[in-house]
């Protein structure tokens, strides 16, 4: 079996194992509770697990951090398919699928995070409009490391194989967990994910590896729209503009202008949505 094989073994579906009649089930065990916040909108409720500052920060700020990402979902059309790479605790996985009632595959490797991502689809009763897989997307497939910058969950600036920083400077990290990896290409050219219509890539500093995975997916036209979080502080961000203009894509001067953050550690990073 070939490494390719091996690594998407764990997104392929597989019968269920029956269980042994003279083993006695385990008896139940209560989960401790995690708190829930809500986020209301046109009448739904919305249900996010908040297990501690950082979860809750992600909904206080929900209609402040990325205004620009919610108005580009705001324009899905029903049952259209997202990829979300980077999902980290679903925000915006969730957000698509409640509001505009897409389809979401979504990728997070973090393993708490990932947790309550699926907390989040579960408690939204979402688990058969949302996947969610605990894997990186990348430019190729194999198995390495997750390099953590912090062990807490709705953490983010993890980085897939390499200890990097945003910036792509090294930095050495005290945690780091088992991951697997694989292409978006891949994933497509194996039935496991459709050609989605709508593709986010927020990594914080490898999206040139998610793209250089996916190339052969972007080129279909079925592929409608591209979010990717850009820092334009670094040539390899620089040439992802160039290259999805290579492959038909066109984004707004205006909308990146009103992305970009213009100080702070993340001064000059913005959200590019590159359309056909």
């Known amino acids: 079996m070939n490494i390719f094989r091996?690594?998407?073994?764990?997104?392929?579906?597989?019968?269920?194992?029956?269980?042994?009649d003279a083993q006695a089930k385990p008896a139940a065990v209560a989960e401790p509770e995690i708190h829930t916040a809500i986020i209301r909108h046109n009448g739904a409720e919305i249900a996010f697990a908040t297990p501690n500052y950082a979860t809750r920060w992600r909904v206080d700020t929900f209609f402040t951090k990325e205004p620009d990402t919610i108005?580009?979902?705001?324009?899905?059309?029903?049952?259209?398919?997202?990829?979300?790479?980077?999902?980290?605790?679903?925000?915006?996985?969730?957000w698509a699928a409640m509001t505009r009632a897409a389809r979401v595959y979504a990728f997070e490797p973090e393993s708490q995070n990932y947790a309550i991502l699926y907390q989040n689809i579960v408690r939204n009763k979402l688990s058969r409009r949302v996947i969610?897989?605990?894997?990186?997307?990348?430019?190729?497939?194999?198995?390495?490391?997750?390099?953590l910058s912090e062990f807490v969950t709705g953490s983010s600036v993890h980085t897939f194989g390499e200890e990097l920083d945003f910036k792509l400077q090294r930095r050495p990290s005290?945690?780091?967990?088992?991951c697997i990896a694989t292409t978006l290409d891949n994933l497509v050219a194996a039935g496991v994910v459709?050609?989605?219509d709508h593709i986010k890539i927020d990594v914080d500093g490898l999206e040139h590896k998610v793209l250089a995975g996916c190339r052969n997916v972007l080129a279909d036209p079925k592929v409608k729209s591209v979010?990717?979080?850009?820092n334009t502080n670094l040539k390899e961000h620089r040439d992802l503009i160039s290259d999805m203009g290579k492959l038909g894509?066109?984004?707004?001067?205006?909308?990146?202008?009103?992305?970009?953050?213009?100080?702070?550690?993340?001064a000059g990073v913005a959200n590019h949505v590159f359309r056909r």
């Open 6 to 20: 091996i690594l998407l073994w764990p997104f392929r579906r597989h019968a269920q194992v029956p269980a042994d």
């Open 71 to 94: 108005e580009w979902i705001a324009g899905f059309k029903p049952d259209e398919v997202l990829v979300d790479i980077g999902a980290n605790v679903g925000m915006y996985t969730i």
């Open 132 to 147: 969610g897989y605990c894997a990186a997307l990348s430019d190729e497939a194999r198995f390495s490391l997750l390099y």
């Open 174 to 178: 005290a945690i780091a967990q088992g």
């Open 194 to 196: 459709p050609v989605p």
């Open 227 to 230: 979010l990717i979080e850009i």
């Open 249 to 266: 894509f066109n984004y707004s001067e205006d909308q990146v202008k009103r992305s970009i953050r213009t100080e702070g550690a993340f």
